[in-house]
């Protein structure tokens, strides 16, 4: 498996949408959200993260939004068993080197418990919040590196 940042921002997000086997064809990701988060993402706050097989077939992925040194999850997938805690472990591995004090997941699930999510009380999340973000990394308001050539 192959994993990367940025490559292919509009196939996850599509795939993140996209009706779930055995799962009413219901999404929170209609149309207008897809272009809220594209906008998000050409401003380089959205990123998406992606886990390739060996065929170069997009197996699993991710997006969210990062803002000083929390980084927001907003939605995941995963086409082949265990592809989806591969991209998830390794996306915490950057944020982790990169300084970010916090991956939200904002619902954890009991598989995202499993993987070492917690359930953090409110207060505390506000202080994550409330930090400056002038605090981020390097001091810039930009806290994911630009990747796989995005200027």
């Known amino acids: 498996m192959k994993f990367t940042f940025d490559r292919d921002f509009?196939?996850?997000?599509?795939?993140?949408a996209a009706p779930r086997p055995?799962?009413?064809?219901l999404t929170w990701i209609a149309p207008k959200i897809m272009w809220a988060y594209a906008a998000l993402?050409?401003?380089?706050?959205?990123?998406?993260?992606?886990?390739?097989d060996d065929r170069g077939e997009l197996v699993a992925g991710?997006?969210?939004?990062?803002?000083?040194?929390?980084?927001?999850?907003?939605?995941?997938?995963?086409?082949?068993s265990g592809a989806g805690a591969f991209g998830l472990a390794l996306l915490h591995r950057h944020?982790?080197?990169?300084?970010?004090?916090?991956?939200?997941?904002?619902?954890?699930?009991?598989h995202?418990?499993?993987?070492?999510?917690?359930?953090?009380?409110?207060?505390e999340y506000a202080t994550y919040l409330s930090r400056p973000l002038a605090a981020s990394r390097r001091g810039d308001s930009q806290s994911v590196p630009r990747l796989c050539g995005r200027p």
Do not use: Q
């Not at 991710?62 to 082949?80: D, K, L, P, Y």
């Open 95 to 110: 944020l982790a080197h990169w300084g970010f004090d916090l991956h939200d997941v904002k619902l954890p699930s009991p």
């Open 112 to 123: 995202l418990c499993s993987l070492g999510f917690r359930r953090m009380p409110r207060e």
């Open 10 to 16: 509009d196939a996850v997000i599509a795939a993140c």
């Open 41 to 52: 993402h050409d401003a380089g706050l959205a990123h998406s993260y992606e886990v390739w």
């Open 22 to 25: 055995g799962r009413l064809p």
């Open 62 to 80: 991710g997006n969210g939004v990062a803002c000083g040194r929390v980084f927001v999850g907003e939605s995941m997938f995963t086409r082949v």
